[in-house]
T-cell receptor, first 111, second 113 residues
Framework: ETGVTQSPTHLIKTRGQQVTLRCSSQ?????VSWYQQALGQGPQFIFQYYREEENGRGNFPPRFSGLQFPNYSSELNVNALELDDSALYLC??????????FGPGTRLTVT | SQQGEEDPQALSIQEGENATMNCSYK?????LQWYRQNSGRGLVHLILIRSNEREKHSGRLRVTLDTSKKSSSLLITASRAADTASYFC?????????????FGKGITLSVRP
């Protein structure tokens, strides 16, 4: 157990809807990264937040957005859901060092 | 795009045997990390090796890094059924203050009791 929690565990949405996923940070971890993992693939970097500011973004469209709160917890929002957005969404927190601590993930299914 | 490429894609061994997994990457790195993932859940950090290190040990794990060949290997000795999982190598990249990770597609390890 890393101490990083994510909610919800599973989620089913319809194409075109919007979704918000949440991630709590370990104490003292001021950096949170979000990854998307499609079935049978490795995680793909979506974006990272550091001290409430976006600090790098992967190759994902603007309908993927995020927030980081003063307590360093974070949200990932996805608008206009598409079928290809079905994946495991992972958040990872760190103190800014090399090692990242992953939460258990949120399994999103878009129908 | 994925920086790391692991091989084999799948590995099945008997309990007690050693498991060797390989990873190749494309660009210069300052460290390489291995993670484990059980049944599509969160990733667990196993070990980090820095670019100036050639070999590192942690319990039953041994990692090597050859920067000239841009490759790394993970050896799990005396495997157990509980080692059954997917294993990923990850390399950092930098856009902004802190590092982010690029992962390979992973290796599925099955350890038969």
């Amino acid at each position: 157990e890393t101490g990083v929690t994510q909610s919800p565990t599973h989620l089913i949405k319809t194409r075109g809807q919007q979704v918000t996923l949440r991630c709590s940070s370990q104490s003292g971890h001021n950096t949170v990264s979000w990854y998307q993992q499609a079935l049978g693939q490795g995680p793909q970097f979506i974006f990272q937040y550091y001290r409430e500011e976006e600090n790098g973004r992967g190759n994902f469209p603007p309908r993927f957005s995020g927030l980081q709160f003063p307590n360093y917890s974070s949200e990932l929002n996805v608008n206009a859901l598409e079928l290809d957005d079905s994946a495991l969404y992972l958040c990872a927190t760190s103190t800014g060092g090399y090692e990242q601590y992953f939460g258990p993930g949120t399994r999103l299914t878009v129908t | 795009s994925q920086q790391g490429e692991e091989d084999p894609q799948a590995l099945s061994i008997q309990e007690g045997e050693n498991a060797t997994m390989n990873c190749s990457y494309k660009t210069s790195i300052n460290n390489l990390q291995w993670y484990r993932q059980n049944s599509g859940r969160g990733l667990v950090h196993l070990i980090l090796i820095r670019s100036n290190e050639r070999e590192k040990h942690s319990g039953r794990l041994r990692v090597t890094l050859d920067t000239s060949k841009k490759s790394s290997s993970l050896l799990i000795t005396a495997s157990r059924a509980a080692d059954t999982a997917s294993y990923f190598c990850a390399t950092p990249f930098y856009t902004g203050a802190n590092s982010k990770l690029t992962f390979g597609k992973g290796i599925t390890l099955s350890v038969r009791p």
